[in-house]
């Protein structure tokens, strides 16, 4: 029997539409808007689609939303210095800096010059140090966040499962690690970090109740790796070419999702699973900035 779907699009309109029904509600009441910035440096055509996306979801969402474009060849300076103009701006609550940023850049000196309490990206150490101590004053980084909904929303019991995830990054795997294995009645996960390095790969993987793979390869993810009725979370985005489709490239995840989702009690597809969710968690973020610094339960 095929594993079911977790519709991550579907879900995560349930999460725009709470969105939504909140900016309303804090325009009427306290003539707020939330606000949120992205600054995109130089002309990366995947990084422009993604800006132009979060755009048009601010729109869409009703929150105000201001877009700042650099060349590629801005200096650390010119940046630091947009991001203390946005830090002191009243009308914005939100700031994210696309990546990947220009080599000339690190990306470590401009996560400590967002204001922390506009991080809705979550990286500043600040926000990654109140996650790890289950601070919900903090912010989460929006694709572990929308993990945990889709496991919250899809009727995933966390609570003593064994939770491997097969990626330490510190934009998914590490913050997820951190989510899951809180004490609180959402988490409660016994969770298992591993990498492509690990030993006994498969064997690990196998042993999870939840196999969440967020390592950045196509496919990594075989069906012998995976245990008859797991629940699988695909957090991969990758281009692989195919000279059949228009564009010359489909997306694919990290799991071999045909042979794979006959074993899976629940599995994201790849597009349409966590992918939605990023940006939904990210508006989301961006509103409680809002309502946090103008002092609004």
């Not at 349930?14 to 009441?29: F, M, P, S, Y």
């Amino acid at each position: 029997m095929p594993g079911k779907l977790i519709d991550g699009k579907a879900i995560a309109e349930q999460i725009n539409a709470e969105t939504v029904a909140e900016i309303a509600r804090l325009k009427e009441q306290h003539g707020l808007t939330p606000g949120l910035a992205v600054v995109l440096v130089g002309d990366n055509p995947a990084s422009a689609t993604y800006v132009s996306m979060k755009d048009k979801m601010c729109a869409r969402l009703g929150l105000h939303s201001e877009r700042v474009n650099l060349p590629s060849s801005t200096s650390v300076g010119e940046l630091l210095a947009i991001l203390n103009d946005l830090n002191f701006k009243r009308e914005i609550h939100g700031i994210l800096v696309q990546s990947p940023l220009p080599l000339q850049i690190s990306a470590g000196n401009i996560l400590v010059a967002i204001d922390p309490s506009k991080d809705v990206d979550g990286f500043h150490p600040l926000n990654v140090g109140k996650v790890a101590l289950g601070d919900p004053t903090g912010f989460t980084p929006c694709t572990p966040a929308g993990v945990h909904e889709l496991l919250i929303r899809s009727g995933v019991a966390t609570d003593g499962a064994h939770v491997v995830i097969l990626g330490r990054s510190l934009l998914v795997g590490r913050p997820l690690s951190l989510i899951l294995s809180q004490k609180t009645p959402r988490a409660n996960a016994t969770v298992t970090v591993c990498h492509s390095g690990s030993r006994k790969l498969a064997e690990i993987c196998r042993s999870a109740d939840i196999l969440i793979a967020a390592i950045g390869a196509p496919h990594f993810v075989k069906a012998d790796m995976v245990r008859e009725g797991a629940v699988v979370i695909d957090v991969g985005i990758n281009r692989i070419e195919d000279k059949v489709v228009e564009k010359g490239y489909r997306i694919v995840g990290d799991v071999a999702f045909d042979a794979v989702a006959p074993k899976a009690s629940l599995i994201t597809p790849v597009p349409g699973g966590v992918g939605p969710m990023t940006i939904a968690m990210l508006m989301h973020n961006t509103l409680r900035a809002a309502k946090m610094r103008h002092g609004i339960a």
